[in-house]
């Protein structure tokens, strides 16, 4: 059974540091692997999705990067603004296809301080 | 890029009531939906996938009858509790895969639904 786990649980850190989140999973099979940004009482925001064939994706500041055989991927942000606090979720389908299911990490709860 | 709407975002009512919400695809087709619920400081669990035309299929430990989805069309599903009881009071977030198996999840902004 697929297993997603995700460290921290919360990072508080001051404007302009860049950080890396870390979402790890126990069944390296994954068809792929997807960061969502949830905001205090609103629903999931996707941010970058990696196929299992791609070591990494880019979206302006955001940097995700996967490694299948370890289990493990992150998520960069650079130069990270107060703008950018969030519960930060990574989620891979279960098993090795594509049926739309998810299964989520506890998240990181960021937090950044002006 | 793609939405998707979810109907009410917040809802109160007395324990017993039955609660519908709805999620809508609006720019897209979806023939596969997903609800998701999420209790406080916890992360999203998958309740139910909605299939188009079809039955939904429950995950282990979740009540059909006590969850009804339809999916009656290819841009809207609904999500009723029926007869709410306190312990049904959580945050229920549905999402939507747009055209192709590799395109990414979209989720509406959530229900927070209270039962008194």
């Known amino acids: 059974k697929q297993e997603v786990t995700q460290i921290p649980a919360a990072l508080s850190v001051p404007e302009g540091e860049n950080l890396v989140l870390n979402c790890s999973f126990t069944d390296s099979a994954i068809y792929n692997l997807q960061w969502f940004r949830q905001d205090p009482g609103k629903g999931l925001t996707s941010l970058l999705l990696i196929q299992s064939s791609q070591r990494e994706q880019t979206s302006g500041r955001l940097n995700a990067s996967l490694d299948k055989s370890s289990g493990r991927s992150t998520l960069y942000i650079a130069a990270s603004q107060p703008g950018d606090s969030a519960t930060y979720l990574c989620a891979v389908p279960p098993g090795s296809s594509n049926t739309g299911k998810l299964i989520f990490g506890q998240g990181t709860t960021l937090q950044v301080k002006p | 890029g793609a939405v998707v709407s979810q109907h009410p975002s917040r809802v109160i009512c007395k324990s017993g009531t039955s609660v519908k919400i709805e999620c809508r695809s609006l720019d897209f087709q979806a023939t596969t939906m997903f609800w998701y619920r999420q209790f406080p400081k916890q992360s999203l669990m998958l309740m139910a996938t909605?299939?188009?035309?079809?039955?939904?299929?429950?995950e282990q430990g979740v009540e059909k009858d006590k969850f009804l989805i339809n999916h009656a069309s290819l841009t809207l599903s609904t999500l009723t509790v029926t007869s709410a009881h306190p312990e049904d009071s959580s945050f229920y977030i549905c999402?939507?895969?747009?055209?192709?198996?590799?395109?990414?999840?979209?989720f509406g902004d959530g229900t927070r639904l209270s039962i008194l």
């Open positions: 909605s299939n188009e035309g079809s039955k939904a299929t429950y």
């Open positions: 999402s939507a895969r747009g055209g192709g198996r590799n395109q990414p999840q979209h």
